[in-house]
């Protein structure tokens, strides 16, 4: 563990050193993680972990237990540069087992992610920190990504929540002592059992009648990049994407577009003055939506025709000066 701690801090200093750097600063990022063997090699020295704030390229990020967290946005996938190497928490990565990065969320924690673009969804464990690249929300095994159906393409389109009463109860039985038993029940050697279900994607909220305002919205900055994994298709029989044990069906889904979200404010006029100042670069709108009893701001630019033309103006809204910009799908 010693040494764990060691390399998160060789790398947060790394980062910071190099704030203008992004490539290099993704090479600091990869090099910490190339210490070990070439191959899994079965032994997992996991922990429950939350984690300290961090900070990366001038964003703090904030690691929380969040019960409640449900976000769409880009996914992606890491592979061979990993393979075999320790993960945050302590766990050795297996590219072909079923697990995933996130920034923020406890380790371990279990997730469903859902292919927004073909109705794929499974649910998996998190147990790294990532991904490092601005714009993306999540980072799946190489078999997540081809559970998925993207580990062609290298991303798509997702929504994540957390799954609250499986989180809670690997976190009880990790924080009781059971370590152990949980990493090999639950963890990569048993991913490949990950349950996986299709279905159909909910509608927006509505908005209510008469609401107070909102807090302000904790935007959560995308930072730093993982330079693009080798990318191999796997086979498809018969249209239905095959697992060790279980098929992902595809169903119909609704289309959806990616928008730059600048902020999100609880004073609408707070939200228009953004509006009006990013108005130069593409179309910028406010949208609103009911968060329980209250209503929620939200200056996003967009749609995007395009992934690359939404990470393009993402940069060019952070390089203005709003460092926690983000992408959405809605």
Known sequence: MASTHRFL??????????????????LVFHTAKKIGGDEPTGREDAVYKIGKPYEISGVWY????????SETGIASWYGSDFHGRPTANGEIY???????????????????????ENGRSISLRVN??????????????????????????GTAKVRVEILAAESRRMAAEMTAGNGAKVAEKNGVKAASRVR???????????????????PVADNGAKLAARPAPARRSIARPNGALAARDAKVTILPVKATKIYVQAGAFSQFHNANRLRVILSKFGPTR??????GEYYLFRVRLGPMSSL????RMLARIIGAGYPEARLIVQ
Do not use: W
């Open 9 to 26: 801090g060789l790398i947060v200093v790394a980062a910071s050193v190099l704030l203008n750097a992004c490539a290099t600063t993704e």
């Open 94 to 116: 297996d590219m072909n087992r079923v697990t995933a990065a996130h920034r923020t969320l406890p380790m371990p924690s279990v997730v469903q992610v859902t292919n927004l």
């Open 308 to 311: 690359p033309e939404a990470d």
């Open 286 to 291: 406010v949208t609103t939506v009911a968060i």
């Open 62 to 69: 904030y690691p929380a237990v969040d019960y409640d967290y």
């Open 128 to 153: 790294d920190r990532g991904p490092f690249k601005r714009g993306r929300i999540i980072d799946l095994s190489r078999r997540g990504a081809q559970l998925l159906g993207f580990e062609r393409n």
């Open 196 to 214: 996986i279900a299709s279905e159909p994607l909910p509608p927006p909220p509505g908005l209510k009648a008469s609401a107070k305002p909102a």
